[in-house]
Structure formats: C-alpha cells, structure tokens
C-alpha cells in the first residue's frame, strides 16, 4: 500500500449531508481499487472487461454500498 493513499480522505466518515456521504464512499470504493491494482495502465486494461460484465458491475455497487452503510451510521443516519 502506497504511503501517500489516504483511505479515508480528509481522515473522517462525518460528511454535511447523504449526498456528500454517498460521494465519500464512491471515493472510498474507487480508493480501495486503486490499493488493491496500483498499476494504472493494469486498471485501463481491465476497464473494458468489467465495464460489460453486468455481475462485476453489480460488485462495484455493493462495494459503494457496503462504504455508503458505514459512513451513514458514523453520521448517525444524518438525523
């Protein structure tokens, strides 16, 4: 893992609204990609196989999703 990836940026889940939590989590979801592939021209090559694969497709999503979840109970469901 590089030392210089922040994981949770700005190094906090409290967000202003659910909007800017559901853009902090697709940050997070892209985030966890970029550690997990660090070579960028490896992720271009892959983009077009899992851009027409509906079932990986459908894993991104619940990947944001599952991040979404975290980030809305750390902001006490923005109550």
Same mark, same amino acid.
């Given at each position: 893992?590089?030392?210089?990836? !922040? @994981? =949770? /940026? ?7 609204? /659910? +909007?800017?939590?559901?853009? @902090? ?6 985030? =966890?990609?970029?550690?997990? !592939? /660090?070579?960028?021209?490896?992720? +271009?090559?892959?983009? /077009?196989? $899992? ?10 999503? !619940? ?13 006490? $469901?923005?109550?």
């Amino acid at each position: 893992m590089s030392e210089k990836t !922040q @994981l =949770i /940026p700005g190094n906090t889940l409290i967000t202003k609204t /659910p +909007e800017e939590g559901r853009a @902090l989590a697709v940050k997070m979801a892209r985030l =966890i990609i970029k550690i997990t !592939q /660090p070579d960028a021209k490896a992720r +271009e090559r892959m983009r /077009p196989t $899992y851009a027409n694969d509906a079932a990986m497709l459908i894993a991104i999503g !619940q990947t944001v999703a599952t991040e979404f979840a975290t980030i809305a109970q750390a902001n006490n $469901y923005w109550k």
